[in-house]
């Protein structure tokens, strides 16, 4: 009998270990025997995901996998039946992945916004912008750096959006492509000393690090930035039940007071606004 029950656990351990190998976990957050899998990028970066999974974890029998990725590969893991559960804010693409069937659940969890950083001495005069596509305007007129992460990220739709709101396809050797993550791409723009645009949760808790940049244009509605989580459907894979379990729980008021809460012991505020707060700018 004792070697059954060893045998069961071994087999359970191993298919357990292939599906993490499978996913290609960036971080684990807890031991349940339930296993869903996360998508998303600067969360997971700046520590949102493990504080929502500790939570979640807590009362249930789970365990999360995150993996990082920023909103277009979230998307296109969804759609490939790689992950359970993405959060992203890419609000055109997610409503297509919901009309066309391969995800479900879409719901508000939160917001923050994008700041557009630059160098202190502002060489492109992008402090007084008027607007976000003013802004860029003026950078592409001056010909100064500007890192874009090139990535498909949430980040970076909506830079190409505020570029196509001006008019202007940013190209040259000031316009340069990083490939990288939110957090990677500031610092390269700091050492740099080029413009880039960041959201608001990473530069609070980079800021500290930030040699040479500032915040120089902020406060267009065009510039916040809401996140929705999304889902498989329903009967779509075992761990299904727990992703959409799990959306409801960073929608319920517990889930809600982790988001409004987070940040503050490390940054002395938090970083993102609640889903009451993303609704007034949600479209």
């Known amino acids: 009998m ?21 996913t290609d976990c960036t971080e684990m957050y807890g031991t349940g025997s339930q296993v ?18 500790d939570a979640f974890n807590a009362q249930n029998n789970t365990a999360v996998c995150w993996k990082k990725a920023g909103s277009g590969d979230g998307l296109a893991l969804l759609k490939d039946k790689k992950v359970d559960l993405i959060m992203v804010h890419a609000p055109e693409a997610e409503k297509k992945a919901v009309a066309e069937g391969w995800a479900i ?8 916004e994008f700041y557009i950083v630059g160098p202190a001495e502002d060489p492109a005069g ?3 912008a008027t607007s976000a596509a003013d ?19 949430g980040t970076n739709m909506k830079e190409l959006a505020v570029w196509k709101k001006a008019g202007i396809t940013p190209e040259g050797s000031w316009y340069v492509i990083s490939k990288g993550f939110m957090m990677d791409t500031l610092k390269r723009a700091d050492s740099e000393k080029g413009y880039f645009m ?3 949760s990473t530069w609070i808790a980079a800021k500290k690090e930030m040699k040479n940049l500032k915040i120089l244009y902020r406060g267009d ?11 498989r459907p329903a009967l779509d894979g075992p761990s299904q039940p727990v ?21 503050t012991n490390l940054y002395g505020e938090p970083i993102y606004n609640d889903a009451a707060y993303a609704k007034k700018y949600d479209r």
């Open 2 to 22: 004792k070697k059954i029950f060893k045998l069961s656990i071994f087999l359970l351990l191993l298919s357990m270990s292939a599906a993490y190998a499978q």
């Open 36 to 53: 869903m899998t996360l998508a998303t990028g600067s969360p997971g970066e700046l520590g949102l995901v493990k504080a929502l999974a």
């Open 105 to 112: 659940k879409r719901t508000l969890i939160g917001s923050n």
């Open 126 to 128: 992008i402090s007084k």
């Open 135 to 153: 802004a860029y305007t003026r950078i592409a007129g001056a010909k100064s750096l500007f890192l874009s992460r090139g990535d498909n990220s």
């Open 198 to 200: 960041t959201d608001s």
């Open 221 to 231: 509605q065009m510039l916040v930035n809401t996140y929705n989580a999304l889902c």
């Open 243 to 263: 992703a959409a379990k799990f959306i409801d729980f960073v929608a319920s008021e517990k889930g809600q007071n982790v988001i409004r809460a987070f940040g």
